[in-house]
């Protein structure tokens, strides 16, 4: 699959519901929102949702609708690799780009790898009857000396052979912070695109990447720039 058609497939409609902030440590946060949300998204959201999705792909049955920017229990998620994609499919969405927190001295990019690893055993032992597995493209949230980078790599990333191509290209990002150009290239030696979060969000540390900079350094370079953000606005 050349860059093109991978860009083409990956092109579709981002979704997600974001929560208020409770003053709890996360981990506890995640335990009392984790029912929650269950039970919200189940009960009234989730329908929601189905009917809105139907109804857009019955208007554009060409587009391919799915999340571009989400994070499991292997980052700083709440929910399992499993439940994403399971509750994913029964949504209705084509595809899932789950993308793990790569960061030096913080998020190993071995954690990472996991994640990946967990959706290609997902997928393979798929629990749903009626309801066919959705895309889950191999993906990384690389935090780099500008700001974070989304990295999403072609779904034969998911096999054990091809992901040590990614462990050999990735691994200093583990001891070091690179700069954004360089883990742009990298990525699309791998034949992978790139995609800026939440761009301009300003954070203690490198978080958002200013668009002056991105226009500056990095046209021709990157692949996308994330519009909307459920939980960074």
Request: hydrophobic share 40%; charged share 25%.
């Amino acid at each position: 699959m050349n860059r093109r058609d991978f860009l083409k497939r990956l092109a579709g409609l981002s979704l997600g519901v974001s929560t208020l902030p409770l003053a709890f440590p996360k981990r506890v946060k995640g335990q009392v929102l984790a029912p929650i949300t269950g039970m919200v998204g189940k009960g009234f959201l989730d329908s929601r949702i189905r009917t809105g999705l139907k109804a857009y792909k019955a208007q554009n049955p060409h587009h391919k609708i799915g999340e571009l920017h989400c994070h499991s229990v292997y980052s700083d998620g709440y929910y399992s690799v499993d439940a994403i994609l399971h509750r994913a499919a029964a949504l209705g969405l084509d595809f899932v780009v789950l993308t793990e927190h790569l960061m030096a001295g913080k998020y190993p990019l071995e954690s990472a790898l996991e994640s990946i690893k967990a959706r290609r055993l997902c997928c393979e032992r798929w629990q749903l009857k009626d309801v066919p597995p959705v895309s889950a493209y191999p993906a990384i949230e690389a935090s780099t000396r500008q700001g974070h980078l989304l990295m999403v790599f072609p779904e034969e990333y998911l096999q054990p052979h091809n992901t040590r191509d990614i462990r050999k290209r990735f691994l200093d990002f583990e001891h070091s912070i690179p700069d954004i150009e360089t883990a742009a290239r990298w990525t699309r030696s791998l034949g992978g695109v790139t995609v800026v979060p939440h761009p301009n969000k300003e954070r203690s540390y490198p978080f958002g990447v200013s668009v002056p900079f991105i226009k500056q350094n990095l046209t021709g370079l990157l692949d996308g720039i994330e519009d909307i953000s459920a939980a960074h606005g």
